[in-house]
């Protein structure tokens, strides 16, 4: 480990905060020493301080599995830096930042460029958690806008599960993505966190039997354990009935079903959805994030088993679905091959995603013990992060 005797004189730099709190809150990673390091030479030169070492640092790309401390790490760079021009999103709601510009600048010449050049004069360092490259127009625009940022020294500080050389792998005109790809490997300086503990649960005091046997806390357990009306009730006694619905809502413009809600214009406001209302149809991270943003509370029971058998479907180019390991892609349709409830159970994960980025209060109720509720299917990946996240809701 390189010395950090200078840098602990910047009493906010990444390293001397990290270091303040080993022992206490955090246990000692060399992993996650080697990533803290990067994230201080980056931040003595973002903020003209003269670095630690001579090695010069364009971005950082963060990656490995789940509860290796990789969003703890950049929020931890992030709040050291300068309120002034930086800014730190969920990859998918910069996605939806993009897309919105994007159609505000419909008309233009090249738009892409005019949204990449308000981009780059709002922030100097951009961050941004779990990216993950799923979706045809998220790939066709990423190479283009990164390009135009990093030419105008934007840095990307950015966490991910995999890998920079296989996101948006097996996906659609993936050689149309390839030059993003590049980019990110030319700019940003990798590094794998592959410790083998899962600090998330470790931080929680959670034995490995304990998370095993893991079924029920104050906010998460079978549904017809959880009095889901007494908690919605206790919730909002101090909201006017008037205030209370138990009709539709409007989410992104279309109304989705709800067992009770209140008003988004109450302070602490409260959702109680079915499963099936929210995941079921279709829904997308837009109505996810829509709820965790107008919500402080969402109650949502009646959560089944999700996952199965894997079997080969036939999808046309362009139908929306994700990119695991097991897909095949042939000319003229694709062959995906996923199990019968893996759509619903990835609408799940992008719902957990949002509401843990946005801290928003759950209470979840299952047909099944939380560590059964995925065990087989395309999908077994991502959902060791909704199982990890889901531990740590049930416990704060």
Known sequence: MPDGSNRTA?????????????????????????????????????????????????GLYMWGDVGRGKTFLMDL?????????????HFHRFMARIHQALMEQAGQEDPLILVANELAKECRILCFDEFFVSDIGDAMILAGLFERLFKQGVVLVATSNTPIERLYENGLARHKFLPCITLLQHHTQSVNLVGAHDHRIENLSMKQNE????????????TNKIDFLGIFTDLTQAI????????PIKICHRNIRVIKATEVTVSNSVVWFDFFDLCEGPRSQLDYMEIATQFK??????????????RSWIKARGTEDGIGDNQAAVTGERIVSYSESDD??????????????????????????????Y????????????YSRLIEMSRN
């Open 10 to 58: 910047i009493a906010q730099s990444p390293f001397a905060v990290y270091q303040s709190q080993l022992g206490s809150k955090l246990v000692e990673d060399p992993y996650q020493l080697e990533a803290i390091n990067a994230l201080d030479r980056l931040f003595f030169q973002l903020t003209s301080q003269k670095p630690p070492s001579p090695e010069v640092i364009q």
């Open 77 to 89: 760079f992030y709040d050291c830096l300068p309120h002034k021009g930086k800014m730190r999103l």
């Open 211 to 222: 998370v095993e046997g893991f079924e029920d806390s104050k906010y998460i357990g079978y």
């Open 240 to 247: 006017d009935p008037a205030e209370i619905r138990d009709k």
């Open 297 to 310: 509370t969402v109650l949502l029971s009646g959560v089944p088993k999700l996952g199965g058998q894997i």
């Open 344 to 373: 619903m159970a990835r609408r799940f994960i992008s719902l957990i995603d949002e509401l843990y980025d946005q801290k928003v209060r759950l209470y979840l109720g299952t047909d099944v013990p939380l560590v059964e509720l």
């Open 375 to 386: 065990q087989e299917g395309a999908l077994l990946f991502e959902f060791r992060r909704t």
